[in-house]
């Protein structure tokens, strides 16, 4: 088993976490100023990546430039892209992840991962949630292993066009909170809670 094959029953059952749901969990965090690149760079690729409407066009063209974007504006993380991320493979979290942050300048190995995006199966949302998830887990059991404080870990899911939030809180990852709102496309509004989460005033 690996990331891709968790859902919603095998999170709870499997893993032994809690799940709760909310509405506009992050709503009220203030959206975050950006440059006229990601504007220009987004103006230019949407369109193009919702005609194309594959995964890996929404990837590159959408959320790379804006995760680009977060990396210009917190400095001191480290974007890692469909890098192998293997922390316990008797419990499937291992696997490929498609975007993870971490609290770390290193790009030559992962050591403080603090965000995991995913990007949406067929445009829907949901299909995303039980890998995120379990990519959240993982995380949260790699950064107890390596002492790293710290103590809540941040998910993503997207379709480029539409996102959802989630986080993991407490020592061994027992509760995780889903925003239940649907946030279309708005990169100030992504920016703000990316930075939100990496606690960088914006």
Do not use: H
Request: aromatic share 10%.
């Amino acid at each position: 088993m690996s990331y891709n094959q968790f859902n919603i029953d095998k999170i709870k059952n499997d893993l032994g976490l809690a799940i709760s749901e909310k509405f506009e969990l992050f709503a009220d965090i203030t959206e975050a100023p950006y440059s006229g690149w990601l504007e220009e760079t987004l103006a230019t690729n949407l369109p193009l990546a919702l005609a194309i409407a594959t995964e890996k066009a929404r990837s590159e063209m959408i959320v790379a430039p804006i995760l680009i974007e977060l990396k210009k504006q917190a400095g001191e993380i480290s974007l890692f892209s469909g890098r192998d991320f293997n922390v316990d493979e008797e419990k499937g979290l291992n696997g490929f992840c498609d975007f993870l942050v971490s609290r770390s300048v290193s790009q030559l190995a992962i050591e403080a991962p603090v965000l995991a995006i995913v990007e949406a199966k067929n445009d829907n949302l949901q299909s995303g949630f039980g890998q995120c998830m379990a990519e959240m887990y993982a995380a949260q059991l790699f950064n107890e292993r390596e002492n790293n404080n710290i103590d809540t870990i941040y998910g993503s899911v997207t379709t480029g066009s539409l996102w959802q939030f989630m986080r993991l809180s407490g020592k061994a990852g027992k509760a995780i909170e889903i925003d239940l709102k649907e946030y279309p496309l708005n990169p100030g509004k992504i920016l703000g809670i990316f930075l939100s989460w990496l606690e960088i005033d914006n």
